[in-house]
């Protein structure tokens, strides 16, 4: 895939930008990238698969909830260093994330010296309106489905009902338009399919 417009566009909004062929190579560049210090994990199906927490927890200070419980949103909060993915990503360079917990949105604008996005090609979106659709309709239902909610989308993962369920997960919706003023934000482009 071409990533020429989205980086071009991503960088015009203050983002830096790196390009891997293979998800292998990001988690290398982000292990040699990130060293010695703290680290904190949003919910990332493609930090798993990636396998960031193990590589980095062996020359860093790592907290990921899905890993050591839920104490461990605070510490993540907490970290100099945060790693997450994006629910949708348009070519346009605006980055989307639908939250439940609110941990994972709120830590993309605040609290860390560095953010880094990893984000896989099946995040990408022409616009921000198809991204946007994307994060509602794809993502987040699958997400529901992954994790057993009750909830309509859950049953097919076809699509979202804007559902009014106590088991609802997308309860706040973040769009960067570019990074937080004193945070440095760098999208991590991986040509490879990543997460849901
Ligand atoms: S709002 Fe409800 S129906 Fe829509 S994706 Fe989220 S959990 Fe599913």
């Given at each position: 895939?071409?990533?020429?417009?989205?980086?071009?566009?991503?960088?015009?909004?203050?983002?830096?930008?790196?390009?891997?062929?293979?998800?292998?190579?990001?988690?290398?560049?982000?292990?040699?990238?990130?060293?010695?210090?703290?680290?904190?994990?949003?919910?990332?199906l493609?930090?798993?698969?990636?396998?960031?927490?193990?590589?980095?927890?062996?020359?860093?200070e790592?907290?990921w909830h899905?890993?050591?419980?839920?104490g461990?949103?605070?510490?993540?909060?907490?970290?100099?260093?945060?790693?997450?993915?994006?629910?949708?990503?348009?070519?346009t360079?605006?980055?989307?994330?639908?939250?439940?917990?609110?941990?994972?949105?709120?830590?993309?604008l605040?609290?860390?010296?560095?953010?880094?996005?990893?984000?896989g090609?099946?995040?990408?979106?022409?616009?921000?309106?198809?991204?946007?659709?994307?994060?509602?309709n794809?993502?987040?239902?699958?997400?529901?489905?992954?994790?057993?909610?009750?909830?309509?989308?859950?049953?097919?993962?076809?699509?979202?009902?804007?559902?009014?369920?106590?088991?609802?997960?997308?309860?706040?919706?973040?769009?960067?338009?570019?990074p937080?003023?004193?945070?440095?934000?760098e999208?991590?482009?991986?040509?490879?399919?990543?997460?849901?």
């Amino acid at each position: 895939m071409a990533f020429d417009t989205v980086k071009k566009n991503l960088e015009a909004r203050g983002f830096s930008v790196k390009i891997f062929s293979t998800g292998a190579e990001a988690a290398a560049y982000l292990d040699g990238a990130i060293d010695g210090t703290s680290v904190g994990f949003g919910g990332s199906l493609t930090a798993k698969e990636l396998g960031l927490y193990d590589k980095l927890a062996a020359h860093n200070e790592v907290h990921w909830h899905w890993e050591g419980g839920p104490g461990e949103r605070v510490a993540a909060a907490h970290a100099k260093v945060y790693i997450t993915s994006a629910n949708g990503l348009a070519e346009t360079g605006e980055i989307i994330n639908i939250d439940g917990a609110g941990n994972r949105v709120a830590a993309t604008l605040f609290g860390h010296g560095k953010v880094y996005f990893v984000i896989g090609r099946n995040k990408l979106a022409p616009t921000y309106e198809e991204a946007l659709w994307r994060a509602r309709n794809i993502a987040a239902p699958k997400n529901a489905q992954r994790l057993g909610k009750k909830t309509p989308c859950a049953v097919k993962g076809d699509k979202c009902y804007d559902c009014k369920s106590p088991d609802r997960i997308c309860r706040g919706l973040v769009v960067l338009w570019g990074p937080s003023i004193g945070v440095e934000t760098e999208i991590v482009l991986v040509d490879q399919d990543l997460g849901l």
